[in-house]
């Protein structure tokens, strides 16, 4: 069985300042681990995605994530946000070559103060 | 390279009646899913389709339903439309496990 669960509904930071957008995954397997970000009233745009390789993956936009296997974690971080970081952002496990399922989180929505 | 695109952008309909949404894949790619996002409750996996077959559905009731044609493109089709059915539906296509999503179809239910 997978799970994904985004421990902040909502975040803010000021602008400049880094920001960590925090995911925990649960997975009976080995899972591929993806965040997406979605700007209001558009659809969902991948950020980054980690699949067995490198533990720390470098997405667009100056963000990353490190996957943490003893934590299960897969946090996304930012080390200065910039007010167009504004949206949702949502944390995925994928197993989908194994049981069929992919599994997104509620979202994260992200605040960026002047 | 052109990106998933989704028909149509808006779609009022009244309680009752039938909606029909479409997507088309980005060109190689095999897999359509479908997924609602209802005010407040997040993104919901509806359906997966592979190769013409559906792999996987989320938990919907059978109104919810859906084909994949042999060009990948796919319709996603909800009957006897509920109030609660309003909401953006999200298509995303993938080649692997990575989706790419298109901009959605914002349905209102009246």
């Known amino acids: 069985a997978q799970s994904v669960t985004q421990l902040d509904s909502h975040v803010s930071v000021s602008e400049g300042t880094p920001v960590l957008l925090r995911c925990n995954y649960s997975?009976?397997?080995?899972?591929?681990l993806f965040w997406y970000v979605q700007h209001p009233n558009k659809g969902l745009q991948l950020l980054l995605k980690y699949t067995s390789a490198a533990t720390l993956v470098k997405g667009i936009n100056g963000f990353e994530a490190e996957f943490k296997k003893s934590e299960t974690s897969f946090h996304l971080t930012k080390p200065s946000a910039h007010m167009s970081d504004a949206a949702e952002y949502f944390c995925?496990?994928?197993?989908?070559?194994?049981?069929?399922?992919?599994?997104f989180g509620k979202g994260t929505r992200l605040h960026i103060l002047p | 390279e052109a990106g998933v695109t989704q028909s149509p952008t808006h779609l009022i309909k009244t309680r009752g009646q039938q909606a029909t949404l479409r997507c088309s894949p980005i060109s190689g790619h095999t897999s359509v899913y479908w997924y609602q996002q209802a005010l407040g409750l997040g993104l919901q996996f509806l359906l997966w389709y592979d190769e013409g077959e559906e792999r996987n559905r989320g938990n919907f009731p059978p109104r919810f339903s859906g084909r994949q044609f042999p060009n990948y493109s796919s319709e996603l089709n909800v009957n006897a439309l509920e109030l609660e059915d309003s909401a953006l539906y999200l298509c995303?296509?993938?080649?692997?496990?990575?989706?790419?999503f298109g901009p959605g179809t914002r349905l209102l239910v009246l």
């Open positions: 995925v496990v994928s197993a989908l070559n194994r049981d069929d399922k992919i599994i």
């Open positions: 995303a296509s993938s080649l692997a496990e990575t989706q790419y």
């Open positions: 997975s009976s397997y080995s899972p591929s």
